[in-house]
T-cell receptor, first 115, second 112 residues
Framework: GAVVSQHPSWVICKSGTSVKIECRSL??????MFWYRQFPKQSLMLMAT?????????EQGVEKDKFLINHASLTLSTLTVTSAHPEDSSFYIC???????????FGDGTRLSIL | AQSVTQLGSHVSVSEGALVLLRCNYS??????LFWYVQYPNQGLQLLLK??????LVKGINGFEAEFKKSETSFHLTKPSAHMSDAAEYFC??????????FGTGTQLKVEL
């Protein structure tokens, strides 16, 4: 149980394009989803927290206009990297939780490479 | 504010040897603590969690961790390492809003 699916797993695109990453909870309702960014050989850095039907809460230093987050249903959240540039290349990971006292379950991540 | 410190960014053990990965936390209130494992190009898999019940927590794949308040530690152990245990391990503490604060991770290498 508690499966989170993240898609795509790999994406390579040209500088200036926008990229959408999907995060789905397959067998539970995710009231809260989290988006992380992980640089090579480093830990996960929380970018934003999204609650279903509400605007996402971004961590300090994360550009909300750059990283658009939508959490339109209890099973789907999307992260759109707008006008991506090479410095946006990273490993992006989502997680989902069914409640405040419930553990986060992680997707398998998306490797984003901007040329 | 919470913080999580993992001592040793790289740990190397022989197959069959004891695995010990260290984690210390800093928190003004009793924390909820977690250990996650990450294989290359994958997300994180929950190994075990401490939620203020038993101080010795057993997880998947033979791992366990002991919460020691006096030492503010939550070290991860496994009696006998297997080649398949080679991965990155993260200790994390849960704060307000169910947010997780992660340690910097420990890369476990298992040698024949």
């Amino acid at each position: 149980g508690a499966v989170v699916s993240q898609h795509p797993s790999w994406v390579i695109c040209k500088s200036g394009t926008s990229v959408k990453i999907e995060c789905r909870s397959l067998d539970f309702q995710a009231t809260t989803m989290f988006w992380y960014r992980q640089f090579p050989k480093q830990s996960l850095m929380l970018m934003a927290t999204s609650n279903e039907g509400s605007k996402a809460t971004y961590e300090q230093g994360v550009e909300k206009d750059k990283f658009l987050i939508n959490h339109a249903s209890l099973t789907l959240s999307t992260l759109t990297v707008t006008s991506a540039h090479p410095e946006d290349s990273s490993f992006y990971i989502c997680s989902a939780s069914s409640g405040d006292n419930q553990p986060q379950h992680f997707g398998d991540g998306t490797r984003l490479s901007i040329l | 504010a919470q913080s999580v410190t993992q001592l040793g960014s790289h740990v190397s053990v022989s197959e069959g040897a004891l695995v010990l990965l260290r984690c210390n936390y800093s928190s003004s209130v009793p924390p909820y603590l977690f250990w996650y494992v990450q294989y290359p190009n994958q997300g994180l898999q929950l190994l075990l969690k401490y939620t203020s019940a038993a101080t010795l927590v057993k997880g998947i794949n033979g791992f366990e961790a002991e919460f020691k308040k006096s030492e503010t530690s939550f070290h991860l152990t496994k009696p006998s390492a297997h080649m398949s245990d080679a991965a990155e391990y993260f200790c994390a503490a849960r704060g307000g809003g169910n947010k997780l604060t992660f340690g910097t991770g420990t890369q476990l290498k298992v040698e024949l």
